[in-house]
């Protein structure tokens, strides 16, 4: 959800009794008219589960229903706590985390040669997903089954990994572990600062990433966690393309939400649109604006 600094509101979001639609990092489960008034429910929304021993993982893969074959896959990992409990109930996916940036915009990477797959967190670390099993070669074993079983179902062979967040830990680990299967990665609002759920990227082994690489930061994130000095630093670093947005809005909710700049509010598609042009030419433009 893009919720990764863990103050006040984090550890108020997180504890709290009825998991109240908050942004910082958890969100109700889509049930009722909240999934009738998303606008991602227009398209095709499918689970795929896979079983791994006593424990599963799944995604949901959303797609333009007449579309029939592929040539991209896109698998998204949403911010803190990462952990969506994707499950189907009465045969509809249902899901917690609606509110994050990709999952929330996952309707714009969609066309009749592109679908996405929002990863979630496998089924026995939803109490606590934290940083450090993601970067455990079980957790690259674990997505890399899911993908593997997706891109059979739907005929992809490669994916390009995005994480946004937290969920910048996540892919960059996956990807990390999986060059073949992960031959591109995208960052955005990425976590790079310590924190107690973990390191973060901090300190992360640059070099053991095969995946191209592009960053995806608003200059105007407030998050304490994801300044974008950091990102700016880090795409000279890795000597990776940084994509630069600017404006949105209107923001509401704490810095480190989803609704504020450090969740690209108000300027979702244009950001997507720009990801996508890179994925396919491999150029990346030096900034998006809002219209």
């Not at 227009?42 to 424990?55: I, S």
């Not at 496998?122 to 674990?142: C, I, K, L, M, V």
């Amino acid at each position: 959800m893009g919720a990764d600094i863990l103050g006040f509101w984090e550890r108020f979001c997180w504890r709290g009794l009825l998991w109240l639609a908050c942004l910082c990092g958890t969100a109700a489960a889509q049930t009722g008219s909240e999934a009738a008034a998303d606008p991602n429910s227009a398209l095709a929304n499918e689970v795929v589960t896979v079983a791994r021993g006593d424990y599963g993982i799944s995604g949901l893969v959303t797609r333009l229903p007449e579309a029939k074959a592929f040539k991209h896959g896109i698998a998204l990992f949403p911010g803190y706590p990462s952990i969506m409990k994707l499950r189907e109930e009465a045969g509809q996916p249902r899901f917690e985390l609606g509110g994050n940036f990709l999952i929330r915009s996952r309707r714009h990477w969609v066309d009749a040669e592109t679908l996405v797959i929002s990863v979630d967190a496998p089924s026995d670390e939803w109490r606590s997903f934290n940083q450090h099993f993601r970067a455990t070669p079980r957790y690259g074993a674990d997505v890399a089954a899911l993908l593997a079983e997706a891109g059979r179902r739907y005929g992809i062979a490669e994916w390009t990994l995005v994480g946004t967040s937290e969920g910048s830990v996540s892919a960059f680990h996956a990807a990390r572990m999986n060059p073949a299967l992960a031959p591109r990665l995208i960052l955005t609002a990425s976590l790079m600062i310590p924190g107690r759920n973990g390191p973060g990227l901090s300190g992360v082994a640059w070099n053991e990433l095969s995946s191209r690489l592009l960053w995806v930061h608003h200059v105007d994130d407030p998050c304490a966690s994801t300044p974008f000095h950091e990102a700016r630093r880090l795409a000279e670093l890795t000597r990776s393309p940084l994509l630069t947005v600017r404006g949105g809005g209107p923001a509401r909710g704490a810095p480190c939400e989803a609704r504020s700049a450090h969740g690209f509010v108000g300027v979702e598609r244009e950001t997507v649109a720009a990801m996508l042009e890179w994925l396919r030419s491999g150029q990346a433009a030096a900034e998006v604006v809002a219209k």
